[in-house]
């Protein structure tokens, strides 16, 4: 059973950082792919980035240029570093394991303007 449990959430005004982890454990974490997601109140869910086995990486529209996601395959760890942030990146972050559809528990980010 794969177990993925997300850190770093908070609150941080627009314009700051946070980085999240996602610690993921039950299954080859190299040979996988993960994603990050997120939601907002009153919104689907929506993609925010993915990160192949070999490194190769993927963003949404909306957060290019401004998060990045990255892996540490010793560690099985997954992370996003978000940077510039705005209000309307006020969500809960979901962290995806893609290959099972297993989701963690998700991480609140609120941003302040």
């Known amino acids: 059973q794969v177990q993925l449990v997300e850190s770093g959430g908070g609150l941080v005004q627009a314009g700051g950082s946070l980085r999240l982890s996602c610690v993921v454990s039950?299954?080859?974490?190299?040979?996988?792919?993960f994603a990050w997601y997120r939601q907002a109140p009153g919104k689907q869910r929506e993609l925010v980035a993915g990160i192949q086995s070999g490194g190769s990486t993927m963003y949404g529209d909306s957060v290019k240029g401004r998060f990045t996601i990255s892996r540490d395959n010793a560690q099985s760890t997954v992370y996003l570093q978000m940077n510039s942030l705005k209000p309307d990146d006020t969500a809960v972050y979901y962290c995806?394991?893609?290959?099972?559809?297993?989701w963690g528990q998700g991480t609140q980010v609120t941003v302040s303007s």
């Open positions: 039950g299954t080859f974490f190299e040979a996988k792919t």
């Open positions: 995806n394991h893609v290959a099972s559809d297993s």
